[in-house]
């Protein structure tokens, strides 16, 4: 196989196991729960999307990733931690922007890593040590970005 076909394999198992996960044991719990109560937990996993600053950090990554992609790929993933991080304190403090600012967080998080999936693939990137963040962190974040939005459509109505 080669380089890529094994990171296409490993990006798709990944992410259909967090979508079984989620369905069968995330989801079910978090129904239960006032709307607020049940996107914490999928917000706080984005909040450690900080990790993606790694992407600056040659002696992780390498010095031949380009800069093209660390740069708008490590920013946008600080940016989302740091929405992330503001909507759990705006809906646990129960500001009436709350649901807004996850409205914004969700869509600004899934932009940024459609583009970075997008860009890290058009200029054939070598993570080094960091590969495990697309193959491993980013299906889970693809999950809960859907369950976010799920979410927010279905009790919005």
Do not use: E
Not at 79 to 90: K, M, P, R
Request: glycine share 6%; no cysteine.
């Amino acid at each position: 196989m080669t380089t890529l076909q094994i990171f296409g394999l490993q990006f798709l198992l990944s992410l259909v196991l967090y979508t079984l996960i989620a369905r069968w044991h995330v989801a079910p719990r978090l129904a239960a729960l006032p709307l607020a109560s049940a996107l914490s937990p999928l917000l706080f996993l984005h909040a450690f999307r900080h990790l993606g600053m790694v992407f600056l950090v040659p002696t992780v990554v390498g010095s031949s990733l380009p800069p093209a992609f660390a740069v708008p790929a490590a920013y946008g993933d600080l940016l989302a931690a740091l929405l992330a991080l503001l909507a759990i304190v705006a809906l646990r403090s129960r500001w009436p922007f709350g649901l807004p600012l996850v409205w914004l967080f969700n869509v600004v998080g899934t932009v940024d890593l459609v583009n970075a999936l997008a860009q890290g693939l058009r200029l054939d990137v070598s993570l080094g040590a960091a590969y495990y963040i697309p193959t491993f962190a980013v299906p889970a974040l693809f999950v809960t970005h859907a369950m976010i939005f799920a979410m927010l459509v279905r009790r919005a109505r």
